[in-house]
């Protein structure tokens, strides 16, 4: 573990790492340590308890949040999405066939606010050209960087990374709930987990212990930019969620039912019971309205069609009596005196009497 820190502490003073280290196993911290500068100008060095803005980690907060609400069945996993948001909210590309599921996956063929190849970030910063980052504070703020767009494939075509997505299950979230995302995101996954130094303070606040990002640039470090004019004000559902290196231990642990330091994210074992008794009642009665839908079309089938007569089966046991062969028709004699009751069907000749 020593040669770790000196490690890490050579790279701190090259400006090649800032940040926290913390190593959990069992619920008990191996390793810990933190090296380098939360802030340049005025010489903070970082603290285990410094917060940093986790930029796409947050995305693990948001699906956590949305998959809370499908599982409390609030919102579906596989329902329209136009069901759901209202027009203002919906981009123009979205369709029947877009679900909840195809935004958590990546799947949904929706087009990105910005360039995910574009390592340098530069297509990601131009986005503030066209909104000033101090007026994005909600999920709705960032729907003009994205919502006239064209979708690049049809949904559940394809994977392909974007932050998009995540706006649009934040605003789903809204929608469903009628609270705002980030209190929804507050009561449901970081209060549960034990999350006390996570939020989405608004950069204008001054959050307390925050570091400062500063941009990885040719050059001396002494001339790197902060991010200060290349964040939102508020962190959004797709990024800039606040906390502290801690806070992703209890947030993993939650969500992995490990209640050592933190809450628990997962159902109770009797809480899975009951989902599993409710997932075979609904399973009887769909194989139950099943064999009724068969016995109808089996009815209806068997049923004779308007303005036919059906012929009646043969009774069991019995056989179809054999339609005789038509023949030359014979006159029966019938001698004098006697009676003609009928003719029979079959011709008879009676013997003449003298």
């Not at 998959?67 to 996993?77: D, K, P, Y």
């Not at 930019?225 to 962190?235: E, K, M, P, Q, R």
């Amino acid at each position: 573990m020593d040669e770790l820190r000196a490690w890490l502490d050579e790279r701190a003073e090259q400006h090649l790492f800032s940040g926290v280290v913390l190593v959990h196993r069992g619920g008990e911290p191996v390793f810990s340590h933190a090296a380098g500068l939360a802030h340049r100008g005025h010489g903070v060095p970082v603290r285990a308890d410094t917060r940093f803005a986790v930029a796409s980690v947050t995305k693990l907060v948001t699906a956590t949040a949305a998959l809370q609400l499908v599982e409390r069945g609030a919102l579906g996993l596989h329902a329209p999405l136009v069901d759901v948001l209202p027009a203002e909210h919906r981009p123009v590309a979205l369709t029947r066939e877009h679900t909840l599921h195809h935004l958590l996956s990546h799947t949904s063929g929706l087009t990105n606010y910005h360039d995910d190849d574009d390592e340098t970030g530069a297509s990601f910063i131009a986005c503030w050209d066209r909104i000033p980052t101090y007026h994005v504070r909600k999920p709705a703020d960032m729907l003009p960087l994205f919502a006239d767009l064209p979708a690049h494939s049809p949904p559940g075509a394809r994977f392909s990374y974007g932050d998009a997505n995540y706006i649009l299950i934040g605003l789903v979230i809204e929608a469903v709930t009628g609270r705002s995302y980030h209190d929804v995101v507050a009561a449901e996954v970081l209060a549960p987990a034990g999350m006390a130094d996570a939020g989405f303070d608004a950069l204008d606040t001054d959050p307390v212990r925050l570091a400062t990002g500063y941009q990885v640039a040719d050059g001396p470090y002494e001339t790197w930019l902060s991010n200060v004019f290349s964040i939102t004000a508020t962190g959004m559902p797709d990024g800039g969620m606040i906390c502290a290196a801690p806070d992703l231990v209890r947030l993993i642990d939650a969500l992995r039912g490990e209640a050592h330091r933190a809450g628990r994210l997962r159902r109770h074992d009797h809480a899975a019971r009951r989902g599993r008794t409710r997932l075979l009642v609904r399973l009887r009665h769909a194989a139950r309205r099943r064999r009724r839908r068969r016995h109808r079309h089996r009815a209806q089938r068997r049923r004779p069609r308007r303005g036919r007569r059906r012929r009646a089966p043969p009774r069991r046991g019995h056989h179809r009596r054999r339609p005789q062969q038509p023949g030359p028709r014979v006159l029966a004699r019938v001698p004098p005196g006697a009676r003609r009751v009928g003719a029979p069907r079959s011709p008879v000749t009676f013997p003449s009497v003298v």
